[in-house]
């Protein structure tokens, strides 16, 4: 399905853009789009934006992503802020893998 959005739209700059080419989505839209999604596959458990930017990031971790390239994708400015994922994850960083890419 993100392939073929991606083929049908042609996102300039984000790859979900507002209504407005090269504008970003504005939060209040994620949360709204978010709030729509969960209810369609009728998800009773609570999600929230940070929630999956958190996961995202987890996972990349886990894929072997290198910290810096995390930080650069979450637009952290201190590599302290991106640390706090190490944490949760507990394998080791060998490989760069995008969760993406298995889609």
């Known amino acids: 399905m993100l392939r ?7 996102p300039k700059i984000w790859l979900f853009e507002g209504q ?5 989505y504005s939060e209040q839209s ?7 999604a969960l209810q369609k596959v009728g998800n009773t458990k609570p999600v929230t934006l940070h ?8 996972h990349l ?10 930080q650069e994708l979450l637009g952290h400015s201190s590599s302290k802020t991106t640390e706090i994922y ?3 994850s507990t394998k ?12």
């Open 20 to 24: 407005n080419v090269g504008e970003q």
């Open 86 to 88: 190490t944490h949760v």
């Open 61 to 70: 971790l886990e894929s072997g992503t290198d910290l810096r390239y995390i």
């Open 92 to 103: 080791s960083i060998q490989q760069i893998k995008s969760p993406f890419d298995d889609l």
């Open 51 to 58: 929630w999956l930017r958190h996961s995202y990031a987890t």
């Open 30 to 36: 994620l949360q709204s789009v978010l709030k729509q």
């Open 4 to 10: 073929e959005y991606y083929t049908i739209c042609k």
